[in-house]
């Protein structure tokens, strides 16, 4: 809350009395509960967004390997397990 709306609830407090301080934190608070489920919902929305593009990453990874294995250098082997790793530490997490 603004140092200037604090200066004007506590000039209304000081006229109207402790039920429109009280009043007036709800209302904040609940302004407050809004705000924060509004950026929950956002998140959760960005991180399955996110989720769809990985699983193909994964897939891709999985079948150039598959299929290519024995073309693949030791360190690129190495490089696409650690790619997968990632991507399976992402999915746990979210």
Request: negative net charge; glycine residues 2%.
């Amino acid at each position: 809350m603004t140092k200037n709306k604090w200066n004007i609830l506590c000039i209304a407090d000081a006229f109207l009395g402790n039920n429109f301080v009280t009043y007036s934190f709800n209302l904040f608070m609940d302004e407050v509960k809004t705000s924060k489920e509004q950026v929950s919902d956002f998140v959760e929305a960005a991180a399955h967004d996110l989720h769809a593009p990985l699983r193909k990453l994964s897939i891709l990874i999985d079948r150039v390997f598959t299929k290519h294995a024995e073309q693949f250098p030791a360190d690129a082997k190495e490089y696409v397990t650690r790619i997968n790793t990632c991507i399976g530490r992402n999915e746990i997490v979210n």
